[in-house]
């Protein structure tokens, strides 16, 4: 008996090892392709905006402060009055140093007048050598007062004119400093700003070998900075509004920094409604005006590990292939690869997470958007 159950149990144990298992269902991933296009290159850096010019107003004389004839914070022309001074001092001064300048005159024209006079009688013997040394030097001494006279006048003049302080450029005005009532002078420091800010600059930081790489681009028989103004400059503000005037690079360092290894360049942006302030930091980007071509992947298809980036890629035998790439610029929801993948190639960007190099895959696309 117990011989005939095992027999049994042997002849089912063999039947079930004769069943094939089932096959496990092939995974299937969605793929989209590699595509060459045009593309306008674009980089961005952190920047920070800074008047074109930044004018600190002072006051060149000494006095009591009589007006200020702006409001803090307006747009001021080139030679707009800024504050005036009491003048009365400086008017005093004028009339004092004219005063002078007549008398001397007067006095120049009587030595003159004896000089000709001993010129003219030396030759006869009508007065001598010593008599005519002491003419020519009451003349130099005459002439010489004359001179000094003149000069006390134009500096009288130059202080009385410096009682009213106006604009040296345009641009908008910062907050007043003195008072009216206020003694102020040149020591007093600064009676306000003035800051010109359209254009506006954008200076930013570029590496060294961005700059070698955007030169060698454009190089034709020398390294020329010039063929880098071609670049249009955008900016981008700290709450993601994008400015929407376009500048220019107008500067690049003549050096490279040896602590940060960067040059220092310099953009100018059209800044017509005063929306711009120095002072601000901004993200500066910079696009290419000359249209290129390049390889594109899904940005939902890269990947990473210690071994940098990579995509999964699907080859003509349907199996997964690893292809480690080099990237560049993302836009939008692409990314510019420099190498490691080719025109055409079947890149998935679902289902990732199933599968490994090596395995059998079934692929799906995605319908095209219309």
């Known amino acids: 008996m117990i011989r005939i159950v095992l027999a049994i149990t042997t002849m089912l144990m063999v039947a079930g090892c004769s069943r094939e298992l089932p096959e496990r269902p092939m995974v299937e991933v969605v793929v989209e392709p590699v595509i060459l296009e045009p593309y306008q290159p674009q980089q961005e850096y ?90 020519t030097a009451k003349k130099l001494e005459a002439d010489a007062r004359l001179e000094s006279a003149r000069a006390q006048v134009t500096s009288a003049q130059v202080n009385l004119s410096y009682t009213t302080i106006t604009a040296p450029i345009s641009g908008r005005i910062g907050r007043s400093l003195a008072s009216v009532g206020d003694l102020v002078g040149p020591s007093t420091g600064n009676l306000t700003t003035l800051v010109s800010i359209d254009p506006i600059e954008a200076l930013f930081s570029v590496s060294e070998a961005t700059y070698v790489a955007a030169m060698k681009k454009r190089m034709t028989q020398s390294l020329d900075v010039s063929q880098l103004r071609t670049l249009e400059v955008t900016l981008e503000l700290t709450n993601g509004t994008v400015y929407p005037e376009v500048g220019h690079i107008d500067y690049f360092s003549n050096r490279v920094d040896e602590t940060t290894g960067t040059l220092e360049a310099r953009a100018a942006i059209p800044n017509p409604h005063s929306i711009l302030v120095p002072g601000q930091y901004v993200r500066v980007l910079l696009h290419d005006t000359n249209l290129l071509e390049g390889l594109f992947l899904p940005q939902a298809a890269v990947q990473a590990d210690q071994q940098g980036s990579f995509e999964l890629v699907v080859d003509a035998g349907s199996q997964v292939v690893r292809r480690n790439v080099s990237l560049a610029e993302r836009f939008d929801d692409k990314v510019l690869v420099l190498e490691g993948v080719g025109e055409g190639e079947q890149v998935i960007v679902r289902g990732l997470q199933q599968v490994r190099p090596g395995m059998p895959v079934k692929i799906r696309t995605l319908p095209e958007a219309g």
């Open 46 to 135: 952190v920047g920070r905006l800074e008047a074109r010019d930044d004018v600190a107003i002072q006051a060149k004389v000494t006095g009591y402060l009589l007006t200020r004839d702006f409001r803090e914070g307006d747009r001021i022309d080139a030679g707009e009055v800024l504050y005036t001074l009491d003048a009365s001092e400086f008017e005093a001064a004028l009339a004092r140093a004219e005063a002078d300048l007549a008398s001397a005159r007067a006095n120049q024209v009587n030595i003159e007048r004896n000089y000709k006079r001993g010129i003219e009688l030396l030759p006869r013997g009508a007065i001598s050598q010593s008599e005519m040394d002491e003419l």
